[in-house]
């Protein structure tokens, strides 16, 4: 489906840490150059460039914020420097915060809201514009990591969160069609809990331990547990699968 030179460019958001970090690590396997988009912690990004070219892929690093509407378009000029770019995973994200809706703060709301929801939607536009064939483009796939959170809506722990990641599947499944005549696949991965830094920098390092009782096959996830099927989804193996939610979670 997808009209790709033979290492097809693909940009992870976040992909400098945890999931992301993985989910670049098992793309350069798959034979990806990976398009390594970070926040801030340019040290992680440039240490994980380093084992990804050691694969024999490339892998450039991009410092952009994903909720930034310039800084997104940057992050597309740039990755297209690699060549045609036909895979996108929008992997950035951060919870910030755990508690009950009245005692989180506004300017927390939002800040996770426009992280998790609207830097999606804002990066799904520039792909769509870049990936459409009507636009020029030759195709490609999406792949949006959205939270196990969007199911249960997390009560107590981060509901506002919980709602963007539903705005993401909702996102996923229009542009699933809206795309899919251009030769863009559109699918989610809903992962459970997965051990990353999220819980501590949200000043909860305990949460992953407590949960594990209450998970079915007894232990949390590892962001290498998420990544093949994010590799899946966005290969060719998966060319009839489009505006799919696939939930990666021990069985929750
Ligand atoms: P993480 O370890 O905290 O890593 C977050 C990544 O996002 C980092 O690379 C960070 O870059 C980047 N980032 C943060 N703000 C950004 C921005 N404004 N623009 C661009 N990049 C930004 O997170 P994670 O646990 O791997 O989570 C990855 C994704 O999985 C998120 O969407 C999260 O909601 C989802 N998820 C996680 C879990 C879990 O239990 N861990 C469960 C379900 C879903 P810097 O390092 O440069 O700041």
New binding site residues.
């Given amino acids: 489906m997808i009209d790709a030179p033979s290492r097809p460019v693909t940009i992870v958001?976040?992909?400098?840490?945890?999931?992301?970090?993985a989910i670049s690590l098992e793309l350069a396997r798959e034979g990806h150059d990976v398009v390594l988009?970070?926040?801030?912690?340019?040290a992680?990004?440039v240490e994980l460039a380093g084992r990804i070219e050691a694969l024999g892929g490339r892998c450039l690093p991009v410092?952009?914020?994903?909720?930034d509407e310039e800084q997104v378009e940057e992050l597309f000029a740039r990755a297209a420097t690699l060549g045609p770019v036909t895979g996108l995973v929008?992997?950035?994200?951060?919870?910030s915060f755990i508690g009950d809706l009245a005692d989180t703060p506004v300017a927390v709301i939002r800040r996770v809201i426009e992280?998790?929801l609207v830097?999606t939607v804002l990066c799904c536009r520039l792909a769509a514009r870049t990936m459409s064939r009507s636009r020029g483009g030759r195709g490609g796939a999406i792949v949006n990591?959205?939270?196990?959170?969007a199911a249960t809506g997390s009560p107590h722990t981060y509901v506002h969160?919980a709602a963007a990641?539903a705005g993401v599947e909702t996102l996923t499944r229009g542009l699933a069609v809206e795309l899919g005549p251009e030769g863009v696949r559109v699918n989610a991965v809903?992962?459970?809990?997965?051990?990353?830094?999220?819980?501590a920098?949200a000043g909860d390092a305990g949460r992953?331990d407590r949960a594990v009782p209450g998970i079915p096959l007894r232990r949390?996830?590892l962001?290498e547990d998420?990544a093949p099927t994010v590799a899946h989804a966005l290969s060719e193996r998966a060319s009839y699968m489009s505006g799919a939610v696939i939930t990666v979670s021990g069985g929750l």
């Fill in positions: 958001t976040g992909g400098s840490r945890g999931i992301g970090a988009n970070f926040a801030s912690d340019e992680a990004a410092r952009a914020d994903v909720t929008n992997n950035a994200g951060a919870t992280l998790n830097g990591i959205t939270s196990l959170a969160y990641k809903s992962p459970g809990i997965v051990r990353t830094t999220i819980h920098d992953v949390a996830g962001p998420i």
